[in-house]
């Protein structure tokens, strides 16, 4: 196992963020929603041990893809700002992104489930560091969205103790 999957996973829901950048310039909808923001905790919490995972860990790994998800937005929505103006791509409502971003947490859950045997080895934080890197400059990354994957992948890296559940348990 590698990080390949995971971070393609992290890279899909930031790559949603620009969209929700753009519905959010529309809307004058501010980037944080503390109350959405807790239903996805809470969701992603109770269906953790269904994919193999502690809910705290699954919680926290969350927690950076949430981050993660505001950086683009607010770097996206400073660039425009600079600019008067933002892309004029057709974009999807904020209700019908936040149902493709609900789609996406089983996926990432069952990715980073699957990243498990390398996330306690010692050489994890390198081979995390190395595997941004190269999967950043793979698919042409800008430097928002290179640091959108380290600030995902910061947590991933769990020392040798923490132990995953049996799914089911
Ligand atoms: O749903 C939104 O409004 C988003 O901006 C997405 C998202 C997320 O990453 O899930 C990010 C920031 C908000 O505080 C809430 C949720």
């Not at 944080?32 to 953790?48: C, T």
């Not at 502690?54 to 600079?82: C, P």
């Not at 999967?135 to 103790?161: E, F, K």
Request: net charge negative.
């Amino acid at each position: 196992a590698d990080f390949n999957l995971l971070l393609d996973k992290i890279n899909e829901r930031v790559a949603i963020a620009d969209q929700v950048a753009l519905s959010k310039w529309d809307s004058g909808k501010p980037v944080f929603d503390a109350q959405r923001e807790a239903d996805v905790l809470v969701r992603v919490g109770s269906q953790a041990s269904a994919h193999g995972l502690l809910s705290d860990d699954a919680r926290r790994f969350f927690t950076d893809q949430i981050e993660a998800n505001k950086w683009v937005q607010y770097g996206l929505l400073a660039q425009w700002h600079m600019a008067n103006q933002a892309p004029d791509t057709t974009r999807p409502d904020l209700a019908s992104l936040r149902q493709r971003l609900d789609r996406l947490q089983g996926e990432l859950l069952n990715a980073l489930r699957q990243a498990e045997p390398i996330r306690h080895r010692e050489e994890c934080p390198h081979a995390a560091a190395a595997a941004i890197d190269a999967y950043a400059t793979a698919h042409s990354l800008d430097s928002l969205h290179r640091l959108a994957l380290v600030r995902g992948m910061a947590n991933v890296c769990q020392g040798p103790q923490a132990v995953a559940q049996t799914p089911g348990a």
